[in-house]
């Protein structure tokens, strides 16, 4: 994960103690055919960009507050959670 203010990146890999990426296939098959459409579907507008390693980004209105930043993880673990055991 990174980011600044309200502005995070989560960073998709494989492995996450080695940092091994997805192949562009499995990039494809996860944000795609999956992430994008699970993430919206969820309540949650963010961006699954594949330009290079997947990640979703995030950017949340600047009055979020702990309450929506909560829902906001609950939303995210749940999809990628599901996302990992499609994989």
Do not use: H, M
């Amino acid at each position: 994960v990174r980011g600044s203010g309200f502005f995070y990146g989560i960073e998709l890999v494989k492995d996450k103690s080695t940092k091994q990426t997805f192949n562009a296939e499995e990039s494809e098959r996860l944000l795609r055919g999956f992430l994008s459409k699970a993430l919206f579907d969820a309540g949650l507008y963010c961006r699954a960009d594949d330009r290079g390693d997947p990640v979703v980004q995030l950017a949340p209105p600047l009055i979020c507050g702990p309450k929506e930043f909560d829902e906001i993880e609950s939303i995210l673990r749940s999809v990628l959670t599901e996302a990992w055991a499609r994989l």
